[in-house]
C-alpha cells in the first residue's frame, strides 16, 4: 500500500524512510513550498513533490499520513475531506496529544499513531527498530496502525483517548523537561569559565545504562539520596547567588528527589 505524507516534516520524513526500508511504496510527501517538498523527496530516497495548494489535484490511495504541526491537524484534515481520497483505505496523524477523532470527517478508518520517540532530526529506518507508538483510533482504524507500526518494526501499544494524553505528558517531562535541564546546567558550568564540551553526555549515558540494567528506582545517585544534607544547602545558596529564578524549581526537585529516592528518609 502506499503511504503519502501530508507535512513531510521530521516525522513524516523519518516515516517514509523506515516504509520505504520495509519494501512500502511512498506517494507523494507534501510540503508547503516545492522546495520543500523537493527536499523532502531527496531526504526520504523516495516520492513525489507536492504542495499543499495543489492538494486537490491527484488521486490518493493507500496511507495518508497526517504529519502537520498539531495545531494544523484538524484544518489539514478539513482540506482533505475536499480532496480525492476515496481510493484511500486507512488514514492516522501523529499526535501523543490529539485526539484520533478528529479525522472522523474524512469517512475512512482512522487512527492516531504515536512515536514515542524524540525526533530532533530526520532519523535513520534502524534507529526507529523496537519503538513503541501508542495508537488509538476506530476498530479497523487500529488493525491498519498496528501492521504499519509492525512494518516499521516498532511496537504498537493501544491506548485509549485519555490514556493518550497522559503519556504524552509524561513523555514531555521525561524527554523536553530533561533537555531544559541539561541546557540549565550546562549555563551554570559557562557562568565559571567552564566550558561542558560532551561531559553531560557521558553523564546522561551512564544514567541511563543505570536506568536500564536497575531500573529507575534503584538507579539514583547524588547527595539528596545519600542524605548529605550540608551538600544539598550548601549548593542551593550557590544556585541563589549564580540563578535565583531557579532556586524554587531546585527546592521542588530536591523534595521530589527525596520522597522518590532517599529510603532513609522516608
Ligand atoms: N518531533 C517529535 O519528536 C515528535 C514525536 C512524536 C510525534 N510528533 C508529532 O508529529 C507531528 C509532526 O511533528 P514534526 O516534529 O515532524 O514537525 P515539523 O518537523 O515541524 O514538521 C511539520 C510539518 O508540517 C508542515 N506545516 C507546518 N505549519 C504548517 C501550516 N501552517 N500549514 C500546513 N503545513 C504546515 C511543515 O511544512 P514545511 O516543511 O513546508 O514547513 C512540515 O512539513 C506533530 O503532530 C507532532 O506532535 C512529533
Not at 488514514?91 to 482512522?110: M, Q, T
Request: aromatic content about 8%.
Amino acid at each position: 500500500m502506499r503511504l503519502h505524507v501530508i507535512g513531510a516534516g521530521k516525522v513524516g520524513r523519518s516515516l517514509a524512510k523506515a516504509y520505504r526500508a520495509s519494501g512500502g511504496k511512498v506517494g507523494y510527501l507534501v510540503n508547503r513550498t516545492l522546495v520543500r517538498a523537493e527536499e523532502s523527496v531527496r531526504s526520504v530516497g523516495a516520492g513525489v513533490p507536492l504542495v499543499f495548494d495543489d492538494l486537490k489535484t491527484p488521486k490518493f490511495d493507500g496511507i495518508l499520513a497526517i504529519t502537520v504541526t498539531d495545531r494544523e491537524i484538524e484544518s489539514t484534515a478539513k482540506l482533505l475531506e475536499n480532496c480525492d481520497i476515496t481510493r484511500v483505505s486507512f488514514v492516522f496523524h501523529a499526535s501523543g496529544y490529539a485526539d484520533s477523532r478528529i479525522l472522523r470527517g474524512l469517512c475512512k478508518p482512522y487512527a492516531s499513531v504515536h512515536p514515542i520517540f524524540a525526533f530532533g532530526r530526520v532519523v535513520e529506518p534502524r534507529e526507529l527498530q523496537g519503538v513503541y507508538y501508542d495508537i488509538s483510533g476506530d476498530e479497523k482504524g487500529l488493525e491498519y496502525a498496528s501492521n504499519f507500526v509492525r512494518a516499521l518494526r516498532g511496537v504498537p501499544l493501544p491506548v485509549d483517548e485519555r490514556g493518550k494524553k497522559v503519556l504524552h505528558l509524561a513523555a514531555v517531562i521525561v524527554s523536553n523537561f530533561g533537555l531544559t535541564l541539561m541546557s540549565q546546567a550546562e549555563r551554570l558550568c559557562h557562568t565559571a569559565g567552564i566550558d561542558v564540551g560532551d561531559q553531560f553526555l557521558k553523564l546522561v549515558y551512564s544514567t541511563l545504562a543505570n536506568v536500564e540494567k536497575v531500573g529507575v528506582k534503584n538507579a539514583a545517585t547524588g547527595p539528596v539520596v545519600r542524605g548529605d544534607w550540608a551538600v544539598v544547602k550548601a549548593e542551593r545558596e550557590l544556585l541563589r547567588e549564580l540563578d535565583p529564578d531557579f532556586v524554587d524549581l531546585y527546592d521542588k526537585l530536591v523534595e521530589m528527589t527525596r520522597r522518590e529516592f532517599c529510603a532513609e528518609c522516608a
